[in-house]
């Protein structure tokens, strides 16, 4: 079967910095993506690693060990407008190129 | 860059009705499309992959007989859900995968809230 884990809440303060981890265990790999998604919407693609280290873009990067199957989303000089849920996805699985999302991780980011 | 366009965004129906969800790509052409289902404050889950000109391959648990799908062209897919109940009420999402792009390459469209009482 396929495993994607990561936490299901996090809160953070406006200005910090916070780190939503991921963990997989695939029977294929060609990617890991983060998406954002606010309720009753479409999720917005954050970032790509195919590559193991560190992809970097604006106030958030992405880390990839593809030997640990370990991911992580770093957030910066958070923002009110940063509490949303933030999806860790996993592409390759199957003979279509599938991509398979983890539970999601809830952000509150409070005054 | 590459735009799904997902219809209609949302839809309240009677139990027992169908209703067809549509999924375009607007500027590329998508071989394989994917639907997926999200309950209140869960994750996307896959459902079944569309493939043009083939029958869709659909995920352990999802009756394909009550979700039908059909991707007659290169850039349409559709989701029809057959003899609706309130438990089917969710948000159905695709995504096209423009290969043109590379390995990164899947769009989502806009999504479509499904009511059904």
């Known amino acids: 079967g396929q495993n994607i884990d990561q936490p299901t809440e996090m809160t953070a303060t406006e200005g910090a910095i916070v780190q939503i981890n991921c963990t997989y265990q695939?029977?294929?790999?060609?990617?890991l993506f983060w998406y954002q998604q606010h309720a009753g919407e479409a999720p917005t693609f954050l970032s790509y690693?195919?590559?193991?280290g560190l992809e970097e873009k604006g106030r958030f990067s992405s880390f990839l060990s593809r030997s640990k199957g370990y991911s992580y989303l770093l957030l910066k000089e958070l923002q009110m407008k940063d509490s949303a849920s933030y999806l860790c996805?996993?592409?390759?699985?199957?003979?279509?190129?599938?991509?398979?999302f983890g539970a999601g991780t809830r952000l509150a980011v409070h005054p | 860059g590459a735009v799904v366009s997902q219809h209609p965004s949302w839809v309240i129906c009677k139990s027992g009705t169908s209703v067809k969800i549509e999924c375009r790509s607007l500027?590329?052409?998508?071989?394989?499309m994917f639907w997926y289902r999200q309950f209140p404050k869960q994750s996307l889950m896959l459902m079944a992959t569309?493939?043009?000109?083939?029958?869709?391959?659909?995920e352990q648990g999802v009756e394909k007989d009550k979700f039908l799908i059909n991707h007659a062209s290169l850039t349409l897919s559709t989701l029809t859900v057959t003899s609706a109940h309130p438990e089917d009420s969710s948000f159905y999402i695709c995504?096209?995968?423009?290969?043109?792009?590379?390995?990164?390459?899947?769009?989502f469209g806009s999504g479509t809230r499904l009511t059904v009482v």
């Open positions: 995504s096209a995968r423009d290969t043109d792009r590379g390995l990164d390459g899947y769009t």
């Open positions: 695939t029977s294929g790999f060609n990617g």
């Open positions: 690693n195919v590559l193991d």
């Open positions: 996805a996993v592409s390759g699985l199957g003979g279509y190129n599938k991509l398979i």
């Open positions: 500027d590329f052409q998508a071989t394989t």
């Open positions: 569309s493939n043009e000109g083939s029958k869709a391959t659909y």
